[in-house]
């Protein structure tokens, strides 16, 4: 069974250049989340997407944004780039909503790598 | 304000010196804990989600615990490849349901 896929692998940008991350998630699975890690921050949630539909969100601006296609597939867009933004984007995909009760492990892609210049 | 926090931050052992490494959480409304183990360059990898205080798991020479307001990640006589950092994270239901992760345990396994 084919892991979670992200697009590009690195991506070199200059501020105020928009930017959009592609994820397929692991066959069957309907859940995707998106996650910003720096050195300094750690791993940090930025939202979760199920059946098309984002279902939660962590406390980023709203120059992030995401979105879902009917085959689970995902985006997630940032636009008016900042220096500050530069980090590893991760998604992990999950059977159910990953933030639900029951068996909804996370399953990481390798994450796109990002520099804004 | 929930909080995931983890110690040590950075741990070096010799192989086969079993230790621990602890997750301690402050959150509203857990729901569950999960262990995950993440090598440079790549996203982390599943190792163990817990329920329930008094839950135990066990995978090779991993073994992961949970009490009310901790867990702990055992590991039993490593070797040089369990070198990685561990993240624990946990599923919190609040005005928004989400995950939060912990800052990880970065672990050398030294020869």
């Known amino acids: 069974k084919a892991g979670v896929t992200q697009t590009p692998r690195y991506l070199i940008k200059t501020r105020g250049q928009q930017v959009t991350l592609s994820c397929s998630p692991i066959?069957?699975?309907?859940?995707v989340s998106w996650y910003q890690q720096t050195p300094g921050q750690g791993l940090q949630f930025l939202f979760e997407?199920?059946?098309?539909?984002?279902?939660n969100k962590g406390n980023f601006p709203g120059r992030f944004s995401g979105r879902q296609f009917s085959n689970s597939r995902s985006e997630m867009n940032v636009s008016t780039l900042e220096l500050g933004d530069s980090a590893l984007y991760l998604c992990?995909?999950?059977?159910?909503?990953?933030?639900?009760?029951?068996?909804?492990?996370?399953?990481f892609g390798p994450g796109t790598r990002l520099t804004v210049l | 304000e929930d909080q995931v926090t983890q110690s040590p931050e950075a741990l070096r052992l010799q192989e086969g010196e079993s230790s621990s490494l602890n997750c301690s959480y402050t959150?509203?409304?857990?729901?569950?804990l999960f262990w995950y183990r993440q090598d440079p360059g790549k996203g982390p990898e599943f190792l163990f989600t817990?329920?329930?205080a008094g839950e135990e798991k066990e995978k090779e020479r991993l073994k992961a615990t949970l009490t009310k307001k901790e867990s702990f990640l055992h590991i039993t006589a490593p070797k040089p490849e369990d070198s990685a950092t561990y993240l624990c994270?946990?599923?919190?239901?609040?005005?928004?349901?989400?995950?939060?992760f912990g800052p990880g345990t970065s672990l050398s396994v030294i020869p």
């Open positions: 992990a995909s999950s059977l159910g909503l990953a933030t639900s009760p029951g068996h909804n492990e996370q399953f």
């Open positions: 066959s069957g699975h309907r859940s």
């Open positions: 997407y199920f059946s098309e539909t984002q279902r």
């Open positions: 959150v509203s409304g857990l729901r569950g």
């Open positions: 817990l329920y329930s």
């Open positions: 994270a946990v599923q919190v239901k609040t005005s928004y349901d989400k995950v939060i």
